[in-house]
């Protein structure tokens, strides 16, 4: 069953992971969201520094025309439409309900 995200716009109200690896040993956080400017929209995502608890710097993807949020069987995908008729997926990361 897909679950469309709304209004994942900010860091504030980003779709946070747990559990996600960093190094060989230690797990931290990291939050997901797209942002919407004149460009268009981009994908987000900021990762949790374990070893201080400060959030690392914003990475941004290239602006897409439309970017969606979705989680399909736990699984969180980022999408978007490259022209009118083709749309692209990418797996990101397994979400925990």
């Given at each position: 069953?897909?679950?469309?995200?709304?209004?994942i716009?900010?860091?504030?109200?980003?779709?946070?992971v747990?559990?996600?690896?960093?190094?060989?040993r230690?797990?931290?956080?990291?939050?997901?969201?797209?942002?919407t400017?004149?460009?268009?929209?981009?994908?987000?995502?900021?990762?949790l520094?374990?070893?201080?608890?400060?959030?690392s710097?914003?990475?941004?993807?290239?602006?897409n025309?439309?970017?969606?949020?979705?989680?399909?069987?736990?699984?969180?995908?980022?999408?978007?439409?490259?022209?009118?008729?083709?749309?692209?997926?990418?797996a990101?990361?397994?979400?925990?309900?």
């Amino acid at each position: 069953m897909n679950k469309y995200k709304y209004n994942i716009d900010s860091f504030d109200n980003a779709i946070e992971v747990n559990n996600y690896p960093w190094g060989f040993r230690l797990k931290t956080k990291r939050r997901y969201w797209i942002e919407t400017t004149k460009n268009g929209d981009r994908f987000c995502f900021c990762t949790l520094n374990p070893k201080t608890d400060k959030w690392s710097a914003v990475k941004k993807s290239t602006y897409n025309a439309v970017e969606v949020i979705y989680i399909a069987d736990n699984i969180l995908f980022r999408s978007f439409w490259y022209d009118s008729k083709v749309l692209f997926g990418n797996a990101i990361f397994f979400v925990a309900d």
